[in-house]
C-alpha cells in the first residue's frame, strides 16, 4: 500500500487535499454558527454549473466555478433579503444554478463522464499548477478570515449588538458568502463539487460539540478535516474506493457518536437558544 | 415529426403521465413543505434517494423502489438524530453529505457509472417504464389520499405547534408521518427532474404560490397550477427544443418564482411576524 505514496500524484492529492481541509475547517466553523448549512450545500452545488460552463467554453474549470459561485453568493444574499423564507431563496438559486449546468453539460460532447468528474472530483488528477492556485487562493480566504476573525465572530453571534455598534453586518454576511465560494471552488478538484459540502459541516459540526470556545473548536475542525482527509486519500489508494466515499463516512462516523453523547448535556447554540426562548415565552402565557 | 406524431410514442405518453402524476402531487406536499420550513430536509432526503437509486442500479432492482426504500430509512434516521428538530440544518446536512458518499460508493462499483450517475442527478423523464407509472400511481394516491385525512391537525401543527400540542395534537407523530409522504415524493420526483433537481418541482411551486397569496386552499391550487404549467411546458420545450427537460422545468417553475416575488415586492408591504416554531430555522442574520 505505501508504495503508492511515492507517486507525485498522491504528493499533489495529499497537499491540495491539506489546503482544502485547513481553509474548509475555518469557514465551516462560521457556517454553523451562522445556520448556514444550506447556503454552504447550495454554493458547493451551484460550482457545477460554473465548471460546466468552463468546460462548454474551454478555458480552465476554476474561472467558471468562481465566477458561478460568487455570482450566486450574492443573488443569494439579495434574494434573501426580499423574501422572510431565505431557504426558498437560496434553494431557487441552487436548482436553476444546477439545471444551467446540465444544459451546459448537454451541449458538450461525452457529457456523462464530464459531469461525473466534476460532480464528484478527480483527486489523483490533481497537476502542479492547480496546486499552486489552489494554494495562493486559500492563503487569501485564510489572511482575510484572520483580519475579519472579530468581526465576524461578533456578528455570527449577536447581530443585532453588532449592528447597534457599528459593524456593517450585512457586508459582512454578503462578504463572507463570496469567501465560502471561493473556498469552494477551490476545493471542488480535490472531492468534486458534491462533496465538498462534507469538507465544510462535518468536522465543524463535530468540533463545535466538544467545545464552545470559537478559537479551539477552528483548531479542532482544521484538525479533524486534516485527519479525515488524510485518512480518505490513504484509505482510497490502498482500497481502489472513491477518496469521497472515505470522506463522507468518516466523518460522519465521528460525528454522530460525539453528537449522541454531547446532545443530551449541551445547549450552547444561539440558534437553539433562541427557539426555546421563544417556545418558554409562549408557554407561559 | 409534428407533437402529435411524437404522443403517439410510448415513451412520450409515459413521459407526459408520469409529468403530471408528480405535478398533481407536489403542490399539496409542497405547501407543507413551505409551510413547515422543511426545504433543506427536502434537498436533503433527494440526496438520500441517490443513494438509494445507486444501490438499486448495482442490485438490480427498480430504481424507484430502491428511493423509496432509502428515503424512508432516511426519515427514519432524521427522526431519531433530530429529538425535538432543533437546529436541524446541521443534522440534516450531515446525512445528506454521507448519503452522497455512500451513493458514489455504490456507483464506483456499478460499471457504467457516469452514465447512471448523470440519469438519476439529473433525471430522465424519458425513460420511465410503464412499472414506474404505476408505482407513482400508488404512491401518489396514498400521500394524496394521507394528507386528505390529516389535513386539519397538520395544518394546525404547522402553523402554530406549541398551541396545537396544547390542544392533544400529537405533532411528533404527525412530523414523522408528513415526513415519510414527503419521502414518498421525493422518490416520484426523483424519477423526473433527478436528484438534483427536485427542489424546484416540490418547493419552488409552493414557495411562488405563498408569496402571492396566504389562504391555504388557493395557495395549493395556484401551486398545482404552477408545477403543472412548468412539468407539461418544460416537456413540450424538450421536444421541441431537445434541450433536457430538467432545464426546461426548473427555469419555468424559477420564472414563476422570480414572478412572483415582483407581484409580492409590488403589493403594499404588510408587516411579517414570523411565528415562533420550534421546527423552523430562525434566520436571524440581517
Known amino acids: 500500500m505505501f508504495s503508492v505514496l511515492q507517486y507525485p500524484f498522491i504528493h499533489n492529492a495529499f497537499l491540495a487535499g491539506s489546503l482544502v481541509a485547513i481553509v474548509n475547517g475555518v469557514l465551516g466553523y462560521f457556517l454553523v454558527v451562522r445556520g448556514l448549512t444550506f447556503a454552504g450545500h447550495a454554493l458547493s452545488s451551484i460550482g457545477f454549473a460554473g465548471a460546466a460552463g468552463a468546460v462548454l467554453l474551454g478555458i480552465p474549470p476554476a474561472y467558471g466555478l468562481l465566477a458561478f459561485t460568487i455570482g450566486a453568493s450574492l443573488v443569494i444574499s439579495t434574494l434573501s433579503s426580499e423574501t422572510s423564507r431565505r431557504d426558498v431563496a437560496i434553494g431557487v438559486t441552487m436548482t436553476f444554478a444546477l439545471s444551467l449546468g446540465i444544459l451546459f453539460l448537454s451541449l458538450y460532447h461525452g457529457y456523462a463522464e464530464m459531469a461525473y468528474s466534476i460532480l464528484f472530483g478527480t483527486i489523483v488528477g490533481i497537476s502542479q499548477n492547480d496546486v499552486i492556485l489552489s494554494a495562493m487562493l486559500g492563503l487569501g480566504v485564510l489572511a482575510v478570515l484572520s483580519v475579519l476573525w472579530r468581526p465576524l465572530l461578533f456578528s455570527s453571534f449577536d447581530p443585532e449588538v453588532a449592528e447597534v455598534r457599528g459593524l456593517p453586518v450585512r457586508f459582512l454576511n454578503v462578504f463572507y458568502l463570496v469567501l465560502v465560494a471561493v473556498a469552494v471552488s477551490i476545493a471542488m478538484q480535490v472531492i468534486g463539487v458534491l462533496l465538498v459540502f462534507a469538507l465544510l459541516i462535518g468536522p465543524s459540526a463535530t468540533a463545535i460539540r466538544i467545545t464552545d470556545h470559537p478559537m479551539r473548536a477552528v483548531a479542532l475542525s482544521v484538525c479533524l478535516g486534516l485527519v479525515y482527509t488524510w485518512a480518505g486519500i490513504l484509505l482510497a489508494a490502498a482500497s481502489n474506493w472513491p477518496v469521497s466515499f472515505f470522506i463522507t463516512a468518516i466523518s460522519f462516523g465521528v460525528y454522530l457518536p460525539v453528537r449522541l453523547l454531547a446532545g443530551q448535556k449541551r445547549a450552547r447554540f444561539p440558534i437553539k437558544q433562541l427557539g426555546k426562548k421563544s417556545v418558554t415565552i409562549l408557554d407561559k402565557e | ?286
Open chain 2, 1 to 286: 415529426m409534428t407533437m402529435i406524431d411524437l404522443l403517439r410514442h410510448d415513451f412520450v405518453q409515459n413521459a407526459f403521465l408520469a409529468g403530471t402524476l408528480v405535478a398533481l402531487l407536489s403542490g399539496l406536499v409542497g405547501y407543507f413543505v413551505v409551510l413547515r420550513g422543511q426545504a433543506f430536509a427536502c434537498e436533503a432526503l433527494s440526496h438520500v434517494g441517490f443513494a438509494g437509486a445507486t444501490a438499486a442500479a448495482l442490485l438490480g432492482v427498480n430504481s424507484l423502489l430502491g428511493m423509496i426504500v432509502f428515503t424512508l430509512l432516511g426519515v427514519l434516521g432524521i427522526g431519531i438524530l433530530g429529538k425535538r428538530l432543533r437546529h436541524w440544518d446541521v443534522e440534516v446536512g450531515m446525512v445528506l453529505a454521507f448519503m452522497l458518499g455512500l451513493g458514489v460508493l455504490f456507483l464506483s462499483f456499478y460499471t457504467q457509472n457516469a452514465t447512471a450517475a448523470v440519469n438519476v442527478l439529473f433525471g430522465s423523464i424519458l425513460s420511465v417504464t410503464h412499472t414506474d407509472i404505476l408505482v407513482m400511481a400508488v404512491a401518489s394516491l396514498l400521500t394524496v389520499l394521507a394528507l386528505a385525512f390529516l389535513f386539519r391537525p397538520l395544518l394546525f401543527a404547522s402553523f402554530d405547534p406549541v398551541m396545537a400540542e396544547a390542544r392533544g395534537v400529537p405533532i411528533r407523530w404527525l412530523s414523522i408521518l408528513f415526513l415519510v409522504l414527503l419521502a414518498l415524493s421525493v422518490s416520484e420526483a426523483m424519477k423526473v427532474v433527478g436528484v438534483l433537481l427536485v427542489f424546484a418541482l416540490l418547493v419552488i411551486p409552493a414557495a411562488s404560490a405563498e408569496l402571492l397569496t396566504h389562504r391555504p386552499f388557493l395557495t395549493i391550487a395556484l401551486a398545482t397550477l404552477i408545477s403543472l404549467i412548468s412539468t407539461l411546458g418544460g416537456l413540450i420545450l424538450t421536444f421541441v427544443g431537445h434541450w433536457p427537460a430538467s432545464f426546461f422545468i426548473v427555469a419555468l417553475t424559477s420564472l414563476f418564482y422570480i414572478a412572483a416575488l415582483g407581484i409580492h415586492g409590488l403589493r403594499a408591504p404588510r408587516r411579517h411576524h414570523e411565528l415562533p416554531h420550534p421546527d423552523r430555522e430562525v434566520f436571524r442574520t440581517d
